[in-house]
């Protein structure tokens, strides 16, 4: 099944106390945020995120092909603080649907939560993700069914691109979806993938083989990602637009004085 995957944003985001202070003018607000956050201190990002691809699905060379699409829609947080590991994670919601293929249907909605230490170079996440689905592909169903996955990401920060690779752990509420096996889970998957920046856009090209009861899963999804930094600096120019007094810049990198600080995911030091 398609599942779009949580990943840092690879350019430092803005956060919403930092777009208040600039919009405020106020020098004497910016200043004590700042003395505010010198020290230990939580920091998050919100993000929306669309997604698209292609799906194979199939046993003993018999496959059949899917278009698929989805986005999700989160906030990412970070413990910031001058020794590593920092800890971090992500929360959202997001779904997938195949738009069009040889027979298929199908769709995916879920929710789920992803916490875990990050280095300044390798991190690790694992946690809940709750979801619904169903896909037909030809003569092969997978029924609908309420479950659980649970992801464990390992994720590599190399200078402008971000690396990860991952394994899945699958449980159902329909004895139909378990896989004929001998381990207790009904489902499992790998993943691998590579993100960048394109265009000032994260990009974040993912694939995933799972194992399913009805055969093999094979998904394919490039993802774009817009985050906070990104949605204020939409907000900033809109109110320009209107006659605002914005002063624009609410997407700007960080001062020197703020580098130790990092920000919600962002890009390691």
Same mark, same amino acid.
């Not at 769709?107 to 875990?116: E, H, K």
């Not at 207790?184 to 399913?212: C, K, N, Q, S, W």
């Given at each position: 099944? =398609?599942?779009?995957?949580?990943?840092? /944003?690879?350019? *430092?985001?803005?956060?919403?106390?930092?777009?208040?202070?600039? &919009?405020?003018?106020?020098?004497?607000?910016?200043?004590?945020? &700042?003395?505010?956050?010198?020290? /230990?201190?939580?920091?998050?990002?919100?993000?929306?995120? #669309?997604?698209? @691809?292609?799906?194979?699905?199939?046993?003993?060379?018999?496959?059949?092909? #899917?278009?698929?699409?989805? @986005?999700?829609?989160?906030? *990412?947080?970070?413990?910031?603080? &001058?020794?590593?590991?920092?800890?971090?994670?992500?929360?959202?919601?997001?779904?997938?649907?195949?738009?069009? !293929?040889?027979?298929?249907?199908?769709?995916?909605?879920?929710?789920?939560?992803?916490?875990?230490?990050?280095?300044?170079? %390798? @991190?690790?996440?694992?946690? =809940?993700?709750?979801?619904?689905?169903?896909?037909?592909?030809?003569?092969?169903?997978?029924?609908?069914?309420?479950?659980?996955?649970? =992801?464990?990401?390992?994720?590599?920060?190399?200078?402008?691109?971000?690396?990860? %690779? !991952?394994?899945? !752990?699958?449980?159902?509420?329909?004895?139909?979806?378990?896989?004929?096996?001998?381990? /207790?889970?009904?489902?499992?998957?790998?993943? %691998?993938?590579?993100?960048?920046?394109?265009?000032? %856009?994260?990009?974040?090209?993912?694939?995933?083989?799972?194992?399913?009861?009805?055969?093999? *899963?094979?998904?394919?999804?490039?993802? #774009?990602?817009?985050?906070? !930094?990104?949605?204020?600096?939409?907000?900033?120019?809109?109110?320009?637009? *209107?006659?605002?007094?914005?002063?624009?810049?609410?997407?700007?990198?960080?001062?020197?004085?703020?580098?130790?600080?990092?920000?919600?995911?962002? &890009?390691?030091?």
């Amino acid at each position: 099944m =398609p599942l779009i995957l949580d990943l840092p /944003p690879l350019e *430092q985001p803005v956060l919403m106390e930092s777009y208040a202070a600039e &919009k405020s003018g106020s020098s004497k607000k910016s200043s004590s945020s &700042k003395k505010k956050n010198s020290g /230990p201190h939580w920091e998050r990002d919100p993000y929306v995120r #669309a997604a698209g @691809g292609g799906q194979v699905f199939g046993t003993n060379g018999n496959n059949s092909t #899917a278009v698929v699409v989805g @986005g999700e829609a989160g906030f *990412q947080y970070e413990y910031i603080q &001058k020794k590593w590991p920092r800890w971090g994670g992500t929360t959202r919601v997001g779904g997938s649907y195949v738009v069009s !293929g040889d027979n298929a249907s199908g769709m995916d909605l879920r929710v789920g939560t992803f916490f875990g230490p990050r280095g300044k170079t %390798v @991190g690790a996440t694992i946690g =809940p993700d709750i979801f619904y689905n169903t896909w037909s592909y030809g003569q092969n169903t997978l029924p609908e069914a309420f479950g659980l996955d649970v =992801p464990l990401t390992v994720t590599a920060n190399l200078n402008n691109f971000t690396a990860f %690779v !991952g394994g899945i !752990g699958t449980w159902t509420n329909n004895e139909k979806r378990a896989r004929d096996w001998d381990v /207790p889970m009904h489902e499992a998957a790998g993943f %691998v993938g590579l993100g960048g920046t394109l265009e000032g %856009v994260d990009v974040i090209g993912r694939y995933e083989y799972r194992m399913t009861a009805a055969g093999e *899963q094979q998904t394919i999804l490039l993802t #774009a990602t817009i985050d906070g !930094g990104t949605i204020w600096d939409l907000l900033d120019q809109a109110d320009e637009s *209107q006659g605002g007094s914005g002063s624009g810049t609410s997407g700007g990198k960080k001062d020197d004085d703020d580098s130790d600080s990092g920000t919600a995911g962002g &890009k390691k030091d």
